[in-house]
């Protein structure tokens, strides 16, 4: 067959029917038996088409082949095994995408029980207790077995293709069980082990807020678990994480630390932006008058948002041209001051409105003088 000269836009708009045409492959029988190679020869929007050997072609659900970020994550051309699972409305023989190797008889069963190997295998019914499964032969998944932890979860289970251990085989009775929880657990294990030992601080990686808590979110980072703390969420000060995230945001984060031995990993949202500081400490100079809003109360003064995400420290004794005893009798959260900078130590600006009004009170003597 020659290479489609259209381009892959054009594919995905290319319909079932027109590939239906193409390939005259309506009414094609489909016989039964284990998984054989296949070959992507068409995609439409919801179904990729395969040519399974024999000039034989059958197709799978689009939705069945994508990949983590919901692309299609196969091409034309692309070959893998597949397994016949039924017939299409239409008349075309559906399939399956073979996740792992089927035993071909009662002695591979035997096999791969012993070995304790994963095989794959298409659940094909919701059954008391549990699901049947295709692995060539007839198979029972029990429901605490299955890895699905809601109705949903088991509703949407029929149809699939699976990956499992079998953990019973007596041949005389032709029972065979199977488990696919313990292989979805080493499989995630595994996952996160691969993921855990390539990260490094200071990459940057995408996650999704799985959870929110008063001190910060946990962020799914592929299979791991970040905190993003609350101090790290952004410049400007967060008390409520909350406010700032919901579950299920996805998240550009900088590695902030990553202890390997134990599997913390320390994010940071707010690093992936300047740091205002370095813009405010660059803007601001002593002596300088900047209007800011009282952010925070505290026993020894308040801080005081002069920039966006930038705070500057106005002490009790800076507040008033008098002595005062609580800050709160002169200051309220989300006031407008005016302050004038009078010093920068390190990453801290001191602010002073005590400076302010004596300037404002001398601009006044002076300009009663010259009345």
Not at 233 to 252: K, Q, Y
Not at 287 to 312: M, S, W
Not at 342 to 358: E, M
Request: charged share 30%; net charge negative.
């Amino acid at each position: 067959m020659q290479d489609d000269p259209r381009g892959p836009d054009e594919d995905k708009t290319e319909s079932f029917a027109d590939i239906l045409k193409e390939f005259e492959t309506a009414g094609r029988a489909a016989p039964a038996g284990g998984p054989r190679r296949g070959t992507v020869v068409g995609i439409s929007g919801d179904y990729v088409l395969v040519d399974y050997g024999a000039k034989a072609e059958g197709v799978i659900p689009s939705a069945d082949l994508l990949d983590a970020d919901g692309n299609l994550s196969v091409k034309r051309g692309d070959t893998f095994d597949v397994a016949i699972t039924g017939r299409h409305s239409e008349g075309m023989t559906t399939l399956s995408r073979v996740t792992g190797p089927r035993p071909q008889d009662w002695e591979g069963l035997r096999r791969a029980f012993e070995n304790k190997e994963i095989v794959a295998g298409r659940v094909t019914a919701a059954v008391k207790g549990g699901f049947t499964v295709d692995l060539g032969t007839r198979a029972f998944l029990p429901a605490s077995r299955s890895g699905a932890r809601t109705p949903a979860e088991m509703e949407q289970l029929v149809g699939q293709e699976i990956r499992c251990r079998i953990i019973k085989v007596d041949v005389d009775e032709e029972d065979v069980v199977v488990d696919r929880r313990s292989v979805m657990e080493e499989e995630a294990r595994q996952i996160r082990q691969n993921t855990l030992g390539a990260l490094e601080e200071g990459a940057v990686v995408r996650g999704t807020v799985r959870s929110l808590a008063s001190y910060g979110a946990f962020v799914d980072i592929g299979g791991l678990d970040g905190l993003l703390h609350v101090g790290d969420i952004s410049w400007a000060r967060v008390t409520d994480p909350s406010t700032e995230l919901s579950v299920g945001d996805v998240l550009d984060l900088k590695i902030l630390k990553v202890d390997k031995e134990n599997g913390k990993i320390s994010l940071g949202l707010k690093q992936m932006s300047p740091d205002p500081w370095q813009d405010a400490a660059a803007r601001l100079n002593p002596g300088d008058r900047v209007t800011g809003v009282v952010t925070r109360l505290a026993d020894f003064g308040a801080f005081v948002e002069i920039f966006p995400g930038t705070d500057g420290l106005l002490h009790i004794s800076e507040i008033a041209d008098r002595r005062i005893r609580d800050v709160r009798d002169e200051l309220k959260e989300g006031q407008q001051i005016m302050v004038k900078c009078i010093g920068k130590d390190g990453n801290k600006i001191k602010l002073s409105r005590k400076a302010v009004l004596r300037d404002e009170n001398r601009q006044a003597d002076a300009a009663s003088s010259h009345e």
